[in-house]
């Protein structure tokens, strides 16, 4: 049977819309400019491991998630204000200092550690709040930022420099900066005492920042795992957080609970997140389902985790217990995200489904921690909740922007018979220096007045791009279909980009023994000048030791493609000419390169492994490397005419 804290008093009760918009502000504006900081951190962070090695990648991301174990002593030195300051304000002026330097790899890892002090100094600015006050600023900071990101196309407005983007940033970075400076005016509320128990509440806070970054709050995730335009996705995103605001405030989220109940939760939210993210993952509409339902659990059990951190009466031991439990949240947030990043790129010994599932089981574990704790609870408000769900329609403004900002479409080919045809494995549109630049791959493409756009490497909602829908941004930039097909998971993959009529099109993966990232394909049938012109884009095995991984996979596209007419394949094949693996491709089929002998390097290392392949019915002119800055691959390009 659960109780209140015996030292609790009556007057501490928590109402069910707590006083202090400031508080509430800084709390929501905080949670949204760390979501950005650490979005705009992850390319840096493989950008990094590609540079200075894995080793010394880990250890610096390491000690760059471990900084909130630093507050209790920047307590000790500076007082509750200065933890306040050094974690929230630092985290402000970071976000302002990217929008005015670009991002860069020092300021990516100086966010991310100043952000992880700025998850303990939350607690401090959020003290005498209730649970349901911090959850309630909590989704409703994430839902502003993501309605924001919606109005980009999920571009974060970080990478860009325009007024609208200058705009957002000043918003955020103005509205945190009075409500971290009317928080400082109005003094520190009194910690209470704490327990071991009731400090470990504060991780909760961690758990459920991975889970909305990777999936609860990401569109394009909602969008490529459920296969939904992104319009429908935010909305779905929208829903979730307007039904969790609904639930916090009704009162029920706060109710007293089992910690049981609270760990069946957790499970519940583990298990259905797990099942829809990763390699081997549950697509279509019921990833629509658990986002809804997602959010409300999610948001119901940091209340409950949160509640005894919070309150302002207590006996117990020292106030730095908070801190520490906060700090070992944020660091949770690398032990869930991390991994996941890397295998998109990498090998892991499990499926890579168990990271979000852990993060739902630990947010389940850490409210039940701290169920039993706390004030008394107030009644229920069925009006309140209907006021706080139907507040979150405002954050439909973001589809709205996006919906009237759609760009003008390509000019039609001057040739309808003929075919411009570029490869690109973007490499997450990750440029040389870490930083994310679709404009610049969008600019790569419209130099070559491409027909048809084969990418590999391209990031719907995965970890590695920042979370952004690289394919469906490129498509509305360019004006161009987007034929989608996921490989290492449901947010990577590979793509078609074309001004041409699309007939029909498909894809798959190809089979894997191991959790070492999975390869796939996908195709489409054209209408050029008439006739039906099939292309394929695919991403082969990596690495020298690789060459028997490659054949088993050309051997399962060459048996998916049946030796069509009319037919084009292009790709990151990973083959040098004169491979074993191009020999499958060209001996004895109608196949032939179109670079006719021209083997010029396709990477600035110097090697030829990106290719474009076409049936005996095709001819090939005007091909060319074209060296950009913007991927560790080069695009290449083709004009392709019909033999008849």
């Not at 007293?256 to 957790?266: E, I, R």
Request: charged share 15%; net charge neutral; with cysteine.
């Amino acid at each position: 049977m659960t109780t209140t804290h015996p030292a609790t008093r009556a007057e501490d009760a928590p109402s069910i819309v707590p006083q202090g918009p400031a508080r509430l502000a800084l709390i929501a504006v905080t949670i949204g400019v760390l979501a950005q900081i650490l979005r705009m951190a992850a390319p840096y962070f493989d950008h990094l491991a590609g540079s200075a090695g894995n080793a010394v990648a880990a250890l610096v991301v390491l000690a760059v998630f471990l900084a909130g174990f630093a507050a209790p002593a920047i307590r000790a030195a500076a007082g509750p204000n200065g933890l306040l300051v050094a974690g929230a304000g630092g985290l402000l002026l970071v976000r302002l200092l990217a929008q005015a330097l670009t991002p860069q790899m020092w300021l990516a890892l100086l966010g991310t550690a100043i952000g992880m002090i700025a998850v303990v100094a939350l607690y401090e600015a959020a003290r005498g709040l209730s649970g349901v006050g911090f959850a309630t600023a909590t989704v409703a900071g994430l839902g502003v930022d993501t309605a924001v990101r919606m109005a980009f196309g999920t571009w974060d407005p970080v990478w860009r420099t325009g007024v609208a983007e200058w705009a957002v940033c000043l918003l955020f970075v103005g509205v945190g900066a009075a409500a971290l400076a009317r928080e400082l005016s109005s003094g520190p509320v009194s910690a209470p005492g704490i327990s071991w128990r009731d400090g470990m509440g504060a991780a909760a806070l961690g758990p459920f920042l991975a889970l909305q970054i990777l999936v609860l709050s990401s569109p394009a995730f909602v969008a490529s795992s459920g296969w939904q335009s992104l319009v429908v996705a935010h909305v779905a995103v929208v829903a979730g957080q307007g039904l969790a605001l609904a639930f916090l405030a009704s009162g029920l989220a706060v109710r007293a609970v089992p910690g049981g109940v609270c760990v069946l939760g957790g499970t519940v939210l583990g298990v259905a997140a797990g099942a829809v993210a990763g390699a081997y993952a549950v697509s279509g509409a019921v990833v629509v389902g658990v986002v809804v339902l997602g959010q409300v659990l999610a948001a119901w059990l940091l209340a409950v985790a949160c509640r005894a951190p919070l309150r302002r009466a207590g006996d117990g031991g020292p106030v730095w217990r908070i801190d520490v439990g906060a700090a070992l949240g944020g660091f949770l947030i690398a032990v869930v995200l991390l991994p996941y990043q890397l295998s998109a790129v990498g090998v892991l010994p499990f499926p890579n489904n168990v990271l979000p599932g852990v993060a739902g089981i630990l947010l389940g574990g850490l409210a039940a921690i701290a169920a039993a704790r706390g004030g008394p609870l107030p009644a229920r408000a069925p009006l309140r909740a209907l006021a706080g769900g139907a507040a979150a329609l405002v954050l439909l403004a973001g589809t709205l922007a996006f919906a009237l900002t759609r760009p003008e479409a390509n000019a039609p080919a001057d040739d309808p018979r003929a075919l411009r045809v570029m490869t690109f494995n973007i490499h997450h549109a990750i440029d040389g220096g870490g930083g994310l630049d679709l404009q610049a791959v969008a600019d790569a493409i419209r130099a070559q007045r491409a027909d048809v756009v084969l990418l590999q490497e391209v990031g719907r909602g995965a970890v590695l791009s920042g979370t952004t829908d690289i394919g469906v941004w490129l498509s509305r930039e360019l004006g161009m279909h987007l034929i989608w097909g996921p490989a290492a998971d449901g947010q990577f993959g590979n793509a078609i980009l074309t001004s041409r009529t699309v007939l029909q099109s498909g894809g798959d993966r190809m089979p894997k023994g191991d959790w070492s990232q999975i390869r796939g394909y996908v195709w489409a049938r054209l209408d050029v000048g008439g006739k039906p012109v099939y292309v394929w884009s695919t991403h082969l095995d990596g690495g020298a030791d690789r060459s028997q991984a490659r054949q088993r996979e050309i051997a399962v596209l060459l048996s998916a493609w049946g030796g069509a007419p009319r037919t084009i394949f292009g790709g990151d094949f990973n083959s040098e000419p004169d491979s074993p693996e191009m020999d499958m491709f060209l001996d004895g089929r109608p196949l032939r390169a179109s670079a006719l002998g021209d083997y010029r390097a396709t990477t600035p290392e110097g090697k030829k492994v990106d290719w474009i392949l076409g049936t005996d019915d095709l001819v090939f002119s005007d091909y060319g490397v074209h060296p950009v800055p913007v991927s560790d691959h080069y695009p290449v390009a083709v004009t392709v005419r019909l033999d008849d």
